[in-house]
Structure formats: structure tokens, C-alpha cells
């Protein structure tokens, strides 16, 4: 299994953070809107149901990340490491991303998809569960954008629609597992996300490479 199939965020860019938001997110995650996106068509945004997350829905999505530098904690202290690897998915792990979105689905979580003429470009997912010591947190467990689509604002777009489906449900804080790469990292920090201060031991112990953040919600 890849080091960020569900729990860890991955596919957004520090490029695209940079970029000017090009449409913003639903106003109700639960509604269709749409947005124009320099040089990628026109993007529909909506949540899924159940029954469309199979793999033939991300039958053009290119999951693909080119990783040269990683973040590590290193005696207490974040540094940057070289660490160059490709991150991509298989048929398998497909299989097994689309059981897991089918339970957050199941648990009152948001499945929110990002659509181009192309099909499915970009997919976020907040589980309905409370997490943290308080009931404090509410767990991005994906946000991922094709290849082919980043950097013309997908990811933030996707990213405030968590933000607000987390606040409506309770949430003080949005919690992210996030993947270690240096440009997913810069994406996090430009979203105003902060190392966690409190970690889950069950996102910790699945993925032990990734950095454990927050942001506040309201």
C-alpha cells in the first residue's frame, strides 16, 4: 500500500497555492456549483453518493506525484530530507480507496468530487466521526488532485468545502494526516493548517511518515 492512500493528504501543490483561486467552493457542500479554471475547462463541483464510488469513477484521474524532498522530525526539530520517490496508486489500492470513501459515506461523512468534461479531477473526504480528546477535531482523511488539474485552485476549493462541511458538524478544528512532501506541506501552510496539537495514534501508527496538522475552524 502507498504511504497516502486514505488517510494522508497528497496532490496539491505549493504552485497551486500560489495561484489565484479560480472559483470557490460550494457554498453548501451538499449542492453543485461550478467554476471556470484557466486551462482546465469547466469544473463541476458535487458530493458523491455511495453507489458512484467504484474504480470505474476515477477512470481519468492521474494520481501521480513526483516526490523529491520530504519533511522529518528529527530529534524533535522539522527538517527537510531528500527522499525522491514516485507516489501513484494500483488497481488494488483503488479498490480499497473506494471502501473506505463508501464508509465515510455510510458514516455521515462528506465524498465531495471535482469534475471536468473529462470526468472526476479532484476528490476531498471529512469523516462524520468526531476525533481528538475534546471531540475537538473532525479528519480530512483525503483531498487529492489529478495531475493533469493542479495548480488552477481544485485543491483549495476542495479544501474550503472540508473546512465548511467540519464546522457545520461541530468541528473546532480540521484534523489532516498529511503527506510529507515538501510542495503537499507548502499547500497545508498556505491553508493556514499548523502542526496538530494533539496527534492520533491510529492516523500516527498507520502512517508514520506523515505530519500530523490542524486548522481552526469558524
Not at 506541506?185 to 498507520?206: K, L, N, P, T, W
Request: glycine share 8%; charged share 25%.
Amino acid at each position: 500500500m502507498p504511504e497516502h492512500i486514505h488517510n494522508a493528504e497528497a496532490a496539491a501543490t505549493d504552485a497551486e497555492a500560489a495561484a489565484p483561486d479560480a472559483g470557490s467552493a460550494p457554498d453548501r457542500p451538499s449542492g453543485t456549483r461550478t467554476a471556470d479554471l484557466p486551462s482546465a475547462g469547466r469544473i463541476v463541483y458535487r458530493t458523491l453518493s455511495a453507489e458512484e464510488l467504484t474504480p470505474a469513477l476515477f477512470g481519468s484521474f492521474v494520481r501521480t506525484q513526483n516526490v523529491t524532498k520530504v519533511w522529518r522530525k528529527r530529534n524533535g526539530a522539522w527538517v527537510i530530507e531528500d527522499d525522491p520517490f514516485v507516489d501513484d496508486w494500483t488497481p488494488a489500492d483503488y479498490e480499497f480507496l473506494c471502501t473506505c470513501l463508501r464508509n465515510t459515506v455510510a458514516g455521515n461523512g462528506l465524498v465531495l468530487g471535482a469534475f471536468s468534461d473529462d470526468g472526476l479531477k479532484g476528490f476531498a473526504s471529512v469523516e462524520g466521526e468526531a476525533l481528538g480528546s475534546r471531540s475537538q477535531y473532525r479528519d480530512l482523511t483525503s483531498l487529492h488532485v489529478s495531475q493533469d488539474a493542479r495548480r488552477h485552485g481544485i485543491g483549495r476549493a476542495l479544501f474550503k468545502a472540508a473546512c465548511e462541511f467540519a464546522a457545520a458538524n461541530g468541528g473546532e478544528k480540521l484534523y489532516i494526516s498529511s503527506h510529507s512532501a515538501v510542495e503537499t506541506q507548502d499547500f497545508y501552510r498556505a491553508m493556514g493548517c499548523i502542526e496538530a496539537e494533539e496527534y492520533s495514534a491510529a492516523h500516527v501508527e498507520q502512517e508514520p511518515f506523515d505530519c500530523q496538522l490542524e486548522r481552526a475552524l469558524g
